[in-house]
């Protein structure tokens, strides 16, 4: 399902004083191998600003990689990416029209989208609020059009990044309930945090990312 190779990502930060900026680099990703196969979820944990995010949006195409490879099998649907950050929605629009955009930016026709939007919001528990405008739901709420944006064009590989931080315990359950799903029909997950409590639920084996690095933890396997 996914392969990572001697995966590294650096990033150019330009620092300076009076406006002269030096050039200096900064390793986020060293080498890194990872390895997800058909039906498994797999959790990363680390601290704030140890790579977690970086390495998600590289394996999701999102970002390019210095050096190394990321390749994702498993037939159509690919990798699909949730994030805890409602600043991608357009908040004067309503829901369905966000889900509506977004999902023909996946390739779905407008007569595939309908069904799929009632569907996986019924499912998500966002239904009833498909009409109101973004701007007006609560942050719990606005993560779970985030779960339903990413599972609209059913992915393969789901990628979340502190996926269940506004929810409540309906919401989580939702969650886990799709997980269980996905993994049902031979898809797989990768879930992060920086709260073990939360990466690991349901997760296969959890991997701690340090210095760039993945370590999977002590008595997982």
């Known amino acids: 399902m996914l392969r990572v190779k001697g995966l590294c990502k650096d990033f150019l930060l330009y620092r300076g004083l009076r406006g002269y900026l030096r050039p200096e680099r900064r390793t986020v990703l060293r080498d890194l191998e990872l390895q997800v196969s058909p039906g498994q979820i797999v959790g990363i944990e680390g601290a704030n600003g140890s790579g977690k995010t970086t390495l998600l949006k590289v394996i999701a195409g999102l970002l390019s990689q210095t050096s190394g490879t990321v390749q994702v099998t498993g037939g159509t649907g690919g990798a699909g990416i949730t994030v805890a950050d409602a600043r991608s929605f357009y908040w004067r ?129």
């Open 93 to 221: 629009l309503t829901c369905r029209a966000n889900l509506e955009f977004f999902g023909a930016l996946t390739g779905l026709t407008r007569v595939q989208l309908a069904p799929r939007i009632e569907e996986v919001s019924e499912r998500i528990g966002i239904h009833g609020q498909l009409d109101d405008p973004f701007m007006t739901l609560s942050s719990g709420q606005m993560q779970r059009m985030a779960i339903v944006r990413t599972l609209l064009a059913a992915p393969r590989l789901w990628l979340l990044d502190e996926a269940t931080r506004s929810l409540d315990d309906a919401g989580r359950q939702a969650v886990a309930a799709e997980l269980g799903r996905l993994c049902h029909d031979g898809g797989s997950a990768i879930w992060i945090s920086h709260d073990r409590s939360a990466a690991g639920i349901g997760c296969d084996q959890i991997y701690l990312l340090r210095e760039g690095r993945l370590m999977l933890q002590e008595g997982e396997a």
